[in-house]
């Protein structure tokens, strides 16, 4: 493990990762939200969801700094007593795992449908296509909350795995596209090149070309278009979750908690709806900084 991070430091994209602050502040930020979330359990002074520990009579406190504040509740609490430190560290935790999931569904479709276009060519580059134009006809938000919204009228009563998995499916339905595109783009320059054409003359069949010698050469734009992608993913979710569509009620996300917050904002408790924001801010910003750092890292004509 360790000898593995050393290479990787001494290549040229850790080289441009050791010498880039922003792409280091970036990363320490995303890394502190990920292992908060995936240790809040252990790391969150409180379980919110635990209705046993609630108590109604500390709803609506302030931070702990302003006057009425108290230093049980950091960044205080909801309209239900629950701490906004812990409701945020394990909101993160739905809005990074759906995020996260969504992306990875998009990439896996995405890319083999795009190899497939562009190295078979022909009726079916034309179909999948044709395919992708329609979809991107439509707004992704359109699709995704008319999807999660026929999701839940199909199934009321649904496990909660149930509904997320809805959701995943909801955001990753417009999503592969432009991992289809990108990929199917590389993949014409590619399948004409030596290498490819060497391999098909000594015998190679046509899906071990494209998964042993084209599919390395072209995951540098969908590494870095995934990266991006996954922040883009995370509002999605925060934006179904804020119309009512996404997470489901017992297990809230960061757009849950603004949604729950939003009802308060005028009245003067500020704090319910502004931290949620301020996360899916910050998460969202140190994603969309780390994938510029990668594009750039990735660019040979910019090293």
């Given at each position: 493990m360790k000898k593995t991070l050393a290479r990787w430091l001494d290549s040229d994209v850790g080289y441009s990762f050791r010498t880039s602050p922003m792409a280091m502040v970036a990363a320490f930020i995303a890394l502190v939200c990920v292992v908060c979330s995936v240790f809040a359990g252990w790391v969150a002074p409180h379980n919110p969801f635990d209705l046993a520990t609630l108590e109604l009579g500390d709803a609506?406190?302030?931070?702990?700094?302003?006057?009425?504040?108290?230093?049980?509740?950091?960044?205080?609490?909801?309209d239900q007593g629950r701490d906004i430190l812990s409701a945020l560290i394990?909101?993160?935790?739905?809005?990074?795992?759906?995020?996260?999931?969504?992306?990875?569904?998009s990439v896996v479709v995405g890319v083999a449908l795009?190899?497939?276009a562009g190295f078979r060519g022909g009726w079916i580059d034309a179909v999948l296509m044709r395919l992708c134009d329609v979809m991107l006809s439509f707004p992704a938000?359109?699709?995704?909350?008319?999807?999660?919204?026929?999701?839940?009228?199909?199934?009321?009563?649904?496990?909660?795995?149930?509904?997320?998995?809805?959701?995943?499916l909801s955001i990753s339905l417009t999503g592969w596209v432009q991992y289809a595109r990108?990929?199917?783009?590389?993949?014409?320059?590619?399948?004409n090149k030596e290498y490819v054409q060497a391999a098909r003359?000594?015998?190679?069949?046509s899906l071990r070309i494209m998964r042993k010698h084209v599919?390395?050469?072209?995951?540098?734009?969908?590494m870095?278009?995934?990266?991006?992608?996954?922040?883009?993913?995370?509002?999605?979710?925060?934006?179904?979750?804020?119309?009512?569509v996404g997470a489901p009620p017992t297990s809230p996300s960061l757009g849950t908690l603004i949604r729950i917050g939003n009802d308060y904002l005028f009245s003067g408790e500020w704090w319910i709806t502004v931290f949620p924001g301020a996360m899916l801010v910050l998460i969202a910003l140190s994603v969309n900084l780390l994938g510029d750092w990668l594009r750039d890292a990735l660019n040979p004509r910019l090293r």
């Open positions: 609506r406190l302030p931070p702990a700094w302003s006057e009425h504040g108290t230093a049980k509740y950091l960044l205080g609490t909801d394990y909101g993160a935790r739905i809005s990074l795992v759906v995020g996260l999931a969504s992306v990875l569904l795009g190899l497939l938000i359109l699709v995704a909350l008319l999807i999660a919204g026929v999701g839940r009228a199909l199934f009321p009563n649904a496990h909660e795995s149930l509904a997320f998995g809805v959701l995943i990108t990929v199917r783009g590389s993949t014409l320059v590619e399948r003359v000594t015998g190679v069949s599919l390395p050469n072209v995951l540098g734009p969908v870095v278009l995934a990266t991006i992608q996954v922040a883009t993913a995370i509002i999605t979710e925060a934006t179904l979750s804020f119309l009512g």
